[in-house]
């Protein structure tokens, strides 16, 4: 029985693990959020895995206010960065591989081409400088780990773009919606099969080594929009507007598509189109 530790298993993907797991009867999860395990802690981490024989750590804990971590840049470095760190170390001592969740922030998004692994990073917010410092730590510590970038999350879980879209298409007859921010969403539930798929393939591990994941094509948030209400059947008018109309404080990548023909490869995992995707979670949301 391969043991696996989820922390951060109140969120979006930890959730998503949730729901997936008695497809796994060759696992057992333990699941922990920061009610249970403070991983910030690093003697309380020590303290938790003492004895459990954690083979795996799937690592879904992190700050995400993209726009509050402009203020509280040392809050989403404390949960992005240090706590990953105390992960990195405390695998290292237990002989354990980590799986940790990054971001598309990493990159600025001036590229304008699919995002390679290998690809200079220059995260232009407070969010994506925190996620890329947390890569930073598990590289420095040279553990057997992975480290995975995705894009757009979304689910059937917590807050996300889509159910802001369901709940506000309902609501309003129309909506502004930005149209020139290019990416791809991630059905959280697809990027959490793939991990569980890639978990029992991960032996080999000797390193550190990146992976982009994200649901197939590319589209703009309008685009997303569009279709969220297309799927649905919601009569909102979705207006397009530009970033410019609609200034935040932490600026975004006008462009973060992300090249996974790495993880595709190395791991032979088939990824699902974002719209039949975007179709199966609306299913299960209405």
Known sequence: MIKILVTGSNGQLGNSIKDLSSEYSNYKFTYTDIEELDIANIRELEDFFLDKGFKFVINCAAYTAVDKAEEESEKALLINSHAVKNLAETCSKNNAILVHISTDY??????????????????????????????????????????????????????????TMLKYGRERESLNVICDQVGTPTYSRDLAKSILEIVSQTDDIKKPEIFNYSNEGAISWYDFAKAVMEISGIACNIMPI??????????????????????????????????DSLRECIQLLD
């Open 106 to 163: 990493v990159f600025n998004g001036k590229n304008f081409s699919p995002y390679n692994e290998s690809d200079e990073t220059c995260p232009a917010s407070s969010y994506g400088r925190s996620k890329l410092s947390g890569e930073k730590e598990i590289i420095k510590a040279g553990i057997k780990s992975i480290i995975i970038r995705t894009s757009w999350l979304y689910s059937e879980f917590g807050h996300n773009f889509v159910k």
């Open 242 to 275: 530009e970033t410019s109309d609609y200034p935040l404080p932490a600026p975004r990548p006008p462009y973060s598509v992300l090249n996974k023909t790495k993880i595709k490869k190395r791991f032979n995992i088939e990824i699902p189109y974002w719209k």
